[in-house]
């Protein structure tokens, strides 16, 4: 249905903008919410209420970001008294979204900012559940309905390369078995389609992945964790198009890591779950998905409105400084007032660090970190900028129904045009002074090397020069053989997250970075239980089965968190299910042979060199 072509339409829209402008008025304020009794949400809890303690605990989440919201979730529906304190003076983390000040007028919301675009791949399993279970009016499946399907997506070239559209969908018809013939028929037919490379590059592409698909536990998180994309999948020996096209650019415009650093294990894992994904095995929907209006207003809100009525109590614009070893527990927590400075210490029966690694690492003190010696091995850990520019255009330009990836771009762009992904939403009418009809939402990934415009890194541009020089590489790739897709006069304004902040001076920052996988890095990541009996880390550092950065692996740091805390505490109430990615039965024994063989220092079978 046209967003604006009926009354009912129309109604359904203005329905969606009434609930959320409720959520948000109610969801993410600073201070202490007033905290509903438990039984008041056990309605809204559904069969989750059942898992109710009686004897009451009172849990310290530091963190509202997904990660430290998933735990205060799974907290408050076992019952127990719940606080998260934010830093931020928003709840959501990097994954919400932000009004542009001074944006909104003549009754319209303010434009829809973010850090950079969401999207929900198929095998995404665990976020998926949390979203089923935050309400939504006339939704049934909660806010989980609100996910919609992407179509296709489009790699756009520089220099009179073709473009590549694909369909971006499961399979019709998938191979009934996996056996090694079937999935390397697969790999080879997709990338020769998809991709145009040279028949030998696709045949040896699709062998390495083989090898990786068919290789035991060990040898994925030692060997090939130890192992650099680049290197294992020969990329300079290659052609351009096979560099830009299978290392840089999914490595860097997707993984968010360079290929020449990215650990082989952690690149190999997300090709795996896309490939299973779209195959139709073991997932929870098409392989890419995004939500159909802005975060917050489809998701966050309702989230925190829900937490709210689960008893859940917020404290934003409130980082933490400091956890309190006495020797044996954390006694409590040091937070700061960001608007005064002042300093106070709060106490809980147990503390859930669900802050991200590089602001984490400051509030381990060194008698913590000798308690616990993986803490210490988080210094390791590294991070890097990922961060969006909106476009907000006069007219929709709907380029392709997905998201477009933008190969040859020297900051490894990729974009969406949202509004055709918002079928509830008049986007002038809704947002905005009226005159704004479209949100072109674009991440940069790349910010160390130089631009087409000023021969300058995105982190020595000023904002303004960022601006210019996304819009130009974009233009270089979507306007290439003489089209003109995208035209200046089309913009109407343009947001960046505040989080990024001196761009152009001496030392640019980011309050809002990315967790990145160099080789070998696995193994400094802690897991969710600590040595210390009533401290708990969640966080997409945290080690989770996705091994990336990613919603879902937060969400399930958060689940794996609650689970320890629930150990630790003798707690009877039922355990968070965490689902692992999708391994197709019928390479078990390819697995298990390669587990011995692995032992005795031999190759994978399928291991040529």
């Given at each position: 249905?046209?967003?604006?072509g009926?009354?009912?339409?129309?109604?359904?829209?203005r329905?969606?903008?009434?609930?959320?402008?409720?959520?948000?008025?109610?969801?993410?304020?600073?201070?202490?919410?007033?905290?509903?009794?438990?039984?008041?949400?056990?309605?809204?809890?559904?069969?989750?209420?059942?898992?109710?303690?009686?004897?009451?605990?009172?849990?310290?989440v530091?963190g509202?970001?997904?990660?430290?919201?998933?735990?205060?979730?799974?907290?408050?529906?076992?019952?127990?008294?719940?606080?998260?304190y934010?830093?931020k003076?928003?709840?959501g983390?990097?994954?919400?979204s932000?009004?542009?000040?001074?944006t909104?007028?003549?009754?319209?919301?303010?434009?829809?900012?973010?850090?950079?675009?969401?999207?929900?791949?198929?095998?995404?399993?665990?976020?998926?559940d949390?979203?089923s279970?935050i309400?939504?009016p006339g939704?049934?499946?909660?806010?989980?309905?609100?996910?919609?399907?992407?179509?296709?997506?489009l790699?756009?070239r520089?220099?009179?390369?073709?473009e590549?559209?694909?369909?971006?969908?499961?399979?019709?018809?998938?191979?009934g078995r996996?056996?090694?013939?079937?999935?390397?028929?697969?790999?080879?037919?997709?990338f020769?389609?998809?991709?145009?490379?040279?028949?030998?590059e696709?045949?040896y592409?699709?062998?390495?992945?083989?090898?990786?698909?068919?290789?035991?536990?060990?040898?994925?998180?030692?060997?090939?964790?130890?192992?650099?994309?680049?290197?294992?999948i020969?990329?300079?020996?290659?052609?351009?198009?096979?560099?830009?096209?299978?290392?840089?650019?999914?490595?860097?415009?997707i993984?968010a890591?360079?290929?020449?650093e990215?650990?082989t294990?952690?690149?190999?894992?997300?090709?795996?779950?896309?490939?299973y994904?779209?195959?139709a095995?073991g997932?929870?929907?098409?392989?890419?998905?995004?939500?159909?209006?802005?975060?917050n207003e489809?998701?966050?809100?309702?989230w925190?409105?829900?937490?709210?009525?689960?008893?859940?109590?917020f404290?934003t614009?409130?980082?933490?400084?400091?956890?309190?070893?006495?020797?044996?527990?954390i006694?409590?927590?040091?937070?700061?007032?960001?608007a005064?400075?002042a300093?106070?210490?709060v106490?809980?029966?147990?503390?859930v660090?669900?802050?991200?690694?590089?602001?984490a690492?400051?509030?381990?003190g060194p008698?913590?970190?000798?308690?616990?010696?993986?803490?210490?091995r988080?210094?390791?850990?590294a991070?890097?900028?990922?961060?969006?520019?909106?476009?907000?255009?006069?007219?929709?330009?709907?380029i392709?129904?997905?998201?477009?990836?933008?190969?040859d771009?020297?900051?490894?762009?990729?974009?969406?045009?949202?509004?055709?992904?918002?079928?509830?939403?008049?986007?002038?009418?809704?947002?905005?002074?009226?005159t704004?009809a479209?949100?072109?939402?674009?991440?940069?990934?790349?910010?160390?090397?130089?631009?087409?415009?000023?021969?300058?890194?995105?982190?020595?541009?000023?904002?303004?020069?960022?601006?210019?020089?996304?819009?130009?590489?974009?233009?270089?790739?979507?306007n290439?053989?003489?089209?003109?897709?995208?035209?200046?006069e089309?913009?109407?304004?343009?947001?960046?997250?505040?989080?990024?902040?001196?761009?152009?001076?001496?030392?640019p920052?980011?309050?809002?970075?990315?967790?990145?996988?160099?080789?070998?890095?696995?193994?400094?990541?802690?897991?969710?239980?600590?040595?210390?009996p009533?401290?708990?880390?969640?966080g997409?550092?945290?080690?989770?089965?996705m091994?990336?950065?990613?919603?879902?692996?937060?969400?399930?740091?958060?689940?794996?968190?609650?689970?320890?805390?629930?150990?630790?505490?003798?707690?009877?109430?039922?355990?968070?299910?965490?689902?692992?990615?999708?391994?197709?039965?019928e390479?078990?024994?390819?697995?298990?042979h390669?587990?011995?063989?692995?032992?005795?220092?031999?190759?994978?079978v399928?291991d040529?060199?």
């Amino acid at each position: 249905m046209d967003a604006t072509g009926s009354d009912a339409a129309r109604t359904s829209r203005r329905h969606f903008l009434a609930v959320a402008g409720t959520a948000a008025a109610g969801g993410a304020g600073a201070g202490l919410a007033s905290p509903g009794p438990a039984a008041a949400a056990s309605d809204a809890a559904g069969p989750r209420a059942t898992r109710r303690r009686t004897a009451a605990r009172a849990v310290v989440v530091l963190g509202g970001g997904v990660a430290g919201l998933t735990a205060a979730h799974e907290l408050a529906e076992r019952g127990y008294r719940v606080t998260v304190y934010e830093r931020k003076t928003a709840l959501g983390g990097k994954a919400r979204s932000m009004d542009v000040p001074g944006t909104g007028t003549g009754g319209r919301r303010p434009l829809p900012g973010e850090h950079g675009f969401r999207f929900f791949p198929g095998f995404y399993m665990n976020l998926p559940d949390t979203l089923s279970r935050i309400p939504f009016p006339g939704n049934a499946d909660g806010c989980k309905s609100n996910l919609v399907d992407v179509t296709e997506e489009l790699m756009a070239r520089t220099g009179g390369r073709p473009e590549l559209r694909l369909p971006f969908r499961t399979v019709d018809a998938p191979p009934g078995r996996l056996t090694p013939e079937a999935l390397l028929q697969v790999l080879t037919g997709l990338f020769d389609t998809a991709l145009r490379l040279p028949a030998t590059e696709v045949a040896y592409f699709a062998e390495r992945l083989l090898v990786y698909l068919t290789s035991c536990e060990r040898r994925r998180t030692e060997s090939w964790e130890r192992t650099r994309w680049w290197e294992y999948i020969r990329a300079e020996k290659m052609s351009y198009d096979y560099q830009r096209l299978l290392a840089v650019g999914f490595t860097r415009n997707i993984v968010a890591t360079k290929a020449e650093e990215a650990s082989t294990h952690t690149v190999a894992h997300v090709f795996e779950a896309f490939l299973y994904n779209i195959l139709a095995r073991g997932n929870d929907g098409q392989p890419d998905r995004v939500l159909n209006a802005p975060t917050n207003e489809a998701w966050i809100d309702p989230w925190v409105r829900h937490l709210r009525a689960l008893g859940v109590r917020f404290v934003t614009g409130a980082p933490l400084r400091e956890l309190v070893y006495d020797g044996e527990r954390i006694t409590g927590a040091v937070i700061e007032d960001a608007a005064t400075g002042a300093r106070r210490t709060v106490t809980a029966d147990h503390f859930v660090s669900a802050v991200p690694v590089e602001h984490a690492r400051g509030t381990w003190g060194p008698a913590l970190r000798s308690a616990d010696p993986r803490l210490g091995r988080c210094d390791a850990l590294a991070t890097d900028w990922m961060t969006g520019v909106q476009f907000y255009l006069r007219e929709p330009v709907p380029i392709v129904h997905g998201h477009v990836n933008y190969i040859d771009s020297p900051w490894s762009l990729t974009s969406i045009s949202q509004s055709q992904m918002w079928p509830d939403r008049d986007f002038a009418a809704d947002y905005g002074d009226g005159t704004a009809a479209d949100c072109f939402s674009t991440i940069v990934s790349e910010w160390d090397k130089p631009g087409i415009l000023y021969g300058k890194t995105a982190k020595e541009c000023t904002k303004e020069e960022v601006v210019k020089e996304v819009w130009a590489q974009m233009k270089s790739a979507l306007n290439d053989r003489g089209r003109t897709v995208l035209r200046d006069e089309l913009i109407h304004s343009w947001f960046m997250d505040p989080a990024v902040d001196g761009l152009g001076g001496p030392r640019p920052t980011n309050d809002e970075q990315l967790l990145v996988h160099p080789a070998g890095t696995l193994h400094n990541r802690p897991t969710a239980r600590t040595a210390v009996p009533n401290l708990f880390l969640a966080g997409d550092y945290v080690r989770n089965d996705m091994d990336l950065a990613t919603m879902e692996g937060a969400n399930e740091t958060g689940r794996a968190a609650v689970n320890a805390l629930l150990e630790a505490d003798g707690s009877s109430a039922a355990r968070c299910e965490i689902q692992t990615l999708f391994q197709p039965p019928e390479l078990a024994h390819l697995k298990q042979h390669d587990e011995t063989r692995y032992a005795l220092g031999l190759r994978n079978v399928f291991d040529i060199g």
